[in-house]
């Protein structure tokens, strides 16, 4: 990787090292999503001038009135969807904005679809998720409310911007024993999981968090 990427103090090694210490004191105990999140260099995807902020456990600015997700929020879901599981199996993300969550996927999982509605946001996360050689998240320009047909059913979704309901393609865009998490409601939202059971969905309503909206159509 070039010097550009992996010269700076503030994105040592120790750093990344302090970020998951701090993810464990704040509960996050899956030993394989801690070591996700410490693989992938998440100041290559923040943009250069807050890149020394990049393990701080908090939202960043992408552009576009977008932000790169907390790792504390990122860890969370995750560690939702793998609970008592073997493996994420085919995973679609909603709101690949610049790509960081995708990477912490594609430690976890083969499959990775991400969709995201903000063309140059698109962009951005195919140049980063290029820059660390991460080529098997597939990308799509889309409303992610439609979810991706093409490629049902997932194992798993996970949406990470916030909608004031579930988005009835992705319910139906489930596999069986399939799990989907998203940030429910606007103005105060919270985190809701369903699972896709023989018997039905079944809802499991988590922590408060605080997410962009989920829009429609594409820009
Ligand atoms: N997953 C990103 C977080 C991006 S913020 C990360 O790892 O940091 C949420 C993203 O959702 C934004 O980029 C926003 O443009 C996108 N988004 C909002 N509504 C969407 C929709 N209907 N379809 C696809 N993407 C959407």
Redesign the pocket.
Known sequence: MSGAVSGFGMTSQRTRTRMIERLREQGIVDEEVLAAIAAVPRHV?VEEALASRAYEDTALP?G?S????QPYV?ARMIEVLLAGRDELGKTL??????????AVLAQLTDEVYA????AP?LAKAKANLRAIRQLKVRLKH????LGLPEAAPFATIIV??AAAHVPRPLLQQLAPNGRLILPLGTGTQQLVLIERRAEGFVETRLDAVR??????GVE
């Open positions: 995807f992408l576009f977008q932000t790169i997700s990122v993300e909603i709101g690949a904005g610049c790509g960081y969550q995708a969709v995201e509605r903000i946001l889309a409303d992610g409310q990470a911007a997410f962009v909206p989920l829009l429609s």
